[in-house]
């Protein structure tokens, strides 16, 4: 992996419907200049960083900014495409207040930025380096940033129903791990709780096409099955990248969950960028062909301050 700012070469679009509101939406990625970050600019002419500051719900999906005042809603898929291909730097202009789900995964987005693109940029990129164990828990449910060497994910999920089941994904993460173990994974969820947030006004662009369905029998509906034997774990990892993407720059340590999801991913996060201790800004220094970078601290603002 280079160590230097990225962004796209040219402008990609896509369209497609948003999976809660059910409406049509169309999406410009433009590239950006360095130290930029990720920006959605909305059609009310507010713009929202993608920074784990603006985050304002975390139930059924991540929501940046408010409600009241312009949001966007759902950016998680987008924000896993953009941490896994590596993406520092980009505008994107959305003309509804949720993003497309596509077909549930990531693959989408990785296929419009491989499309347009990805330009090197001649400035540093910056990373936020783990320096102690930071945990928060809520019930059975846990999720820990720890010091590593590297960028690594170790998530784990545990469903009652014989579909799912115990499953655990862990790998250290790059572009290529992205791309072939994670993109493709798709969002899931069970058929009664679809009909609930029908009822609800909610997930009314969910469809077969866009989800893996578990039935009453705890099959999955789909006609054609899974795209892996654990996909649902896959997605899980997917969903953890896309929050935590929201730190404002990659991260250098491990990430473990047990049984989490989007609230408790953004509770870790804000735990360990609340703590000075816990994390530095580091960025490369000297990057060699076949060995690891040498990082060096350097005197940066926390990227993400937290106004929960």
């Not at 939406?25 to 920074?51: C, H, K, M, W, Y």
Request: hydrophobic share 45%; with cysteine.
């Amino acid at each position: 992996m280079h160590h230097f700012q990225t962004t796209l070469k040219s402008r990609a679009v896509l369209s497609g419907v948003g999976v809660h509101s059910g409406k049509p939406v169309s999406v410009q990625f433009l590239p950006a200049d360095v130290d930029t970050g990720i920006i959605f600019q909305l059609s009310n002419g507010r713009e929202l960083r993608a920074l784990a500051s603006e985050v304002g719900a975390t139930d059924l999906c991540t929501v940046l900014g408010d409600p009241a005042n312009g949001h966007v809603a759902t950016v998680e898929h987008l924000m896993a495409a953009v941490f896994g291909l590596g993406i520092d730097n980009l505008v994107i202009e959305i003309d509804a207040d949720e993003v497309p789900i596509l077909d549930g995964s990531a693959e989408g987005f990785v296929d419009a930025f491989e499309q347009a693109g990805l330009e090197r940029q001649e400035t540093k990129r910056r990373y936020i380096r783990v320096l102690k164990p930071v945990r928060v828990e809520s019930g059975s449910s846990w999720a820990e940033f720890r010091p590593y060497g590297g960028t690594r994910f170790e998530v784990e999920i545990d469903f009652a129903t014989p579909a799912i089941g115990r499953q655990l994904f862990a790998s250290d993460m790059d572009a290529d791990v992205f791309r072939n173990e994670i993109a493709r994974a798709r969002t899931f969820g069970f058929m009664k709780d679809v009909e609930r947030l029908w009822a609800a006004g909610y997930a009314l662009g969910s469809s077969l096409e866009n989800s893996v369905v578990i039935g009453e029998d705890d099959r999955i509906i789909n006609m054609e099955g899974l795209r892996f034997a654990d996909e649902f774990v896959r997605h899980k990892t997917l969903d953890a990248m896309g929050d935590l993407a929201l730190a404002g720059a990659r991260f250098i340590g491990c990430f473990r969950s047990y049984r989490g999801g989007h609230r408790l991913n953004a509770v870790a996060l804000r735990q360990l960028l609340s703590d000075p201790t816990a994390f530095e800004i580091v960025e490369t220094a000297r990057p060699t062909r076949g060995r690891v970078a040498d990082m060096i601290a350097v005197n940066a603002p926390v990227y993400a301050p937290w106004t929960l």
